[in-house]
């Protein structure tokens, strides 16, 4: 409908303008007749009503390209902001998920080891007392607890423990530390060779009070606090 009011309106310039030149000539032939240039003058005023109403009539006329190439444009970058949007929350819960798994255990997985630590003990301080020398270092832990950031608290009974060499509390510790790695492994928790090479970082208290821990970048040498 836009389409033919356009080429309507057109004519009508076209053929107002033209009118109005033939009443202006007429009415000079005829020697100034006023009746021509009241034609002439009525012709240019519909002239231009015409071109006015042409002029809103293009104007209002959809543009081909841009009602067609707009959408696709606005769903392009909608699609490209909700793709990012997806893949950066994709990534985060990737990350979050690796730093649960390689960085912490999970409550179920510290519940688990502790439960095979507490059994593991046991079971080498039986040893011990039945005269298997192999096991004495467990003779001076009282218990053992996994942490969820992958360390562990070492308990130990003070009134012996405090007395060893530190090339005795050495072995204890490097023994501890292979205990931890059993226990882990026995409780169903992946337990990485650069893990089982490292051990795991342990902190060793006589009742609430810190005597020593781990070194930084050996897990099975210690630091011991002077008593």
């Known amino acids: 409908m836009i389409y033919v009011l356009v080429a309507f309106f057109d004519i009508i310039v ?17 020697k100034d007749n006023k009746q021509e240039k009241k034609k002439a003058l009525y012709s240019i005023v519909t002239a231009i009503i ?32 909700s793709s990012s949007s997806q893949t950066t929350e994709e990534s985060k819960t990737s990350s979050s998920k690796s730093e649960d798994t390689s960085s912490h255990y999970s409550q179920k997985q510290v519940k688990a080891i502790n439960k095979e630590l507490v059994a ?3 079971d080498d301080q039986k040893d011990a007392t039945d005269g ?10 009282v218990g053992i607890k ?12 003070g009134d012996n423990f405090l007395n060893l060499s530190d090339d005795d509390k050495q072995i204890v510790g490097e023994r501890t530390s292979g205990l931890i790695g059993r226990a882990i492994v026995t409780a169903g928790v992946n337990y990485s060779p650069e893990e089982n090479r490292n051990g795991v970082y342990m902190s060793f208290y006589n009742g609430p009070q810190a005597i020593g821990h781990s070194k930084t970048f050996n897990h099975t040498e210690f630091k011991w606090y002077k008593q």
């Open 14 to 30: 076209i053929a107002s303008i033209v009118a109005a030149i033939v009443f202006w000539r007429r009415s000079k032939k005829y």
């Open 132 to 141: 298997n020398s192999n096991y004495n270092y467990a003779n001076y832990l």
């Open 50 to 81: 015409a071109f006015v109403l042409f002029v809103v009539a293009v104007q209002q006329m959809p543009d081909d390209s841009s009602s067609s190439s707009e959408p696709t444009t606005q769903q392009s970058a909608s699609t490209t902001s």
């Open 120 to 122: 593991a003990l046991k």
């Open 146 to 157: 996994i942490q969820p950031n992958k360390t562990a608290l070492v308990y130990v009974d």
